[in-house]
């Protein structure tokens, strides 16, 4: 993640979450740009960005995108990563 700064300081960010998004898309043909704010909630770490919201019927729906670093950690904790003991203290 990104740092932050705050009165000279850096903050540094592990995780953002949002209630809401704004998209701004520019249109192809006009070149005019929109602005929208949706309620779609926000949450992005380093290991995912995660969109959740509502679809017709009032049910959650959400769309995940994993970083190369977060499909790294979820093999690993699925079982699918690299059998390696990285501390030494594990038998196999």
Do not use: W
């Not at 949706?38 to 509502?54: H, Q, R, T, V, W």
Request: hydrophobic share 30%.
């Amino acid at each position: 993640m990104s740092d932050i700064k705050n009165d000279n300081k850096e903050t540094e960010v592990f995780e953002i979450i949002a209630d809401s998004v704004t998209v701004e898309v520019t249109d192809r043909v006009t070149g005019k740009v929109y602005r929208r704010e949706l309620p779609i909630d926000f949450y992005e770490n380093a290991n995912l960005l995660k969109l959740s919201g509502e679809n017709l019927d009032g049910s959650t729906a959400q769309l995940v995108f994993y970083s190369e670093r977060g499909i790294q950690r979820l093999g690993d904790l699925t079982g699918k990563g690299p059998d390696t003991d990285p501390c030494g203290t594990h038998k196999h």
